[in-house]
């Protein structure tokens, strides 16, 4: 779990901790004789985004960068761990706890391809792409935070200025031998095949009465050397094997199997891909998918991203609609991570916002963070939408968002995500 820190130690633009509050934390991790591992993340460029776009889609762009670095956090990283902007265009991302130098290059690995997706700016009027670059380090036992984030920087700047290699360690040293994204990829063939994808089952709770209303299926895979490997790398690795129908079918037929046997009107909610939207067959597919499974589809909410609408958010609308009309419920996932387009609200068929935990993280302290919060409620009761916040982690956070209007929660609070025989336990 992230680290907790003071809120004024806050970057006021990512909403990130900053430099000291983060050389902090890791000085109490070393002092504990905790191993610790460290990335520093920079955007290669950065300054041309301020120059060809203007200041204010450049600290968008760092805004959606910094949402995505904690998503990727959230699911990938275990135990402690913080990530922090620490000035300009570069991010520093600590964990706490074992991890293989293998598994370490890994996650930065991944973690620069989802940086690195496109990001839509002026209104939906186009994309650009940031281009990251990453220094690795293993924290030495007994050294100083501040000599530690100097080793990065350099080997940072050392990499900024190469041409190909996207990343380095501090050290120099090659990594030891891994698995290749071709490994990876014949991996996860592998598991497909064994049936070892897991899925788990983050509950939805109702904010007024905290009944559990249903909850988001969500996959993992427990790889034999990189350990965990949650959703958004999972498919990432499938994306480039060019296997993304198979996990998709994969991980819907299993939750829907699953979901098919909840008691009364629990609600299942799952994550539409882009390559899946965007699929002529999308909607066909996907109702025999429901006929199949016996599921049904006023049960179902399909949640999507605005990294899904990219591409092709007129053909999206459609294929959506076709389900709505069997009964099927939309929610546009991660609202406020992004550049927020309000011409997705105009054309989809949607159900439900879903609030980016960057949205509510500091609801009960700042006044402004407030406002935004009451500003998209009122925008979501205009057009008849319901609101949904992800990472509500304390009761003053859920009061609140039931007081503003949010209808439903997830986050820690109520119940991390878990294996199917622990929701059937919390049923």
Known sequence: MASVLNEHARDRLTGLVGTEAAL????SWTADEQPVHAMLLGLRRFDTVN????????????????????SFASEELEGEWLAARVGGGSFL??????????RWQWLAETLAGQVAKPI?????????RLWPRIALMRVLPGEAPQAMFGRLAETLERTQRG????????????????????QLEADLLSALDRDEIEILFQPLFSSSDDALVGAEALARWQHPALGKVAASALFSIAERAEHLPQLSHHIAARALREAAQWPGNLRLSLNVTPAELTSGSFASDFGRLLDETGFPPNRLTLEITEQALLSDVER?????????????????????AGFCNFRY?????????KLDRA???????????????RAIVALASALNLEVIAEGIEDEEQRKLIAAEGCAFYQGFLRAAPMARADFAALL
């Open 345 to 353: 609200l105009k054309l989809l068929p949607l159900h439900y916002i």
């Open 93 to 102: 991302i600590a964990a706490s706890g074992a991890c293989s130098r293998e």
């Open 359 to 373: 949205m509510v993280e500091g609801v009960g302290r700042d006044e402004r963070d407030l406002a935004v919060l």
């Open 120 to 128: 839509s700016h002026g209104g939906g009027a186009g994309t650009l």
């Open 316 to 336: 999206s609308a459609v294929a959506l609609a076709k389900l709505v009309d069997r009964g099927v419920r939309v929610a546009l996932d991660d609202f406020g």
């Open 163 to 182: 041409v190909s290699a996207q990343m380095g360690w501090v050290d120099g040293g090659a990594t030891p031998a891994g698995r290749t994204a071709a």
């Open 24 to 27: 902090t934390r890791i000085a």
């Open 51 to 70: 120059l060809a776009y203007g200041e204010a889609t450049g600290d968008s762009a760092l805004v959606a960068v910094a949402a995505r670095i904690l």
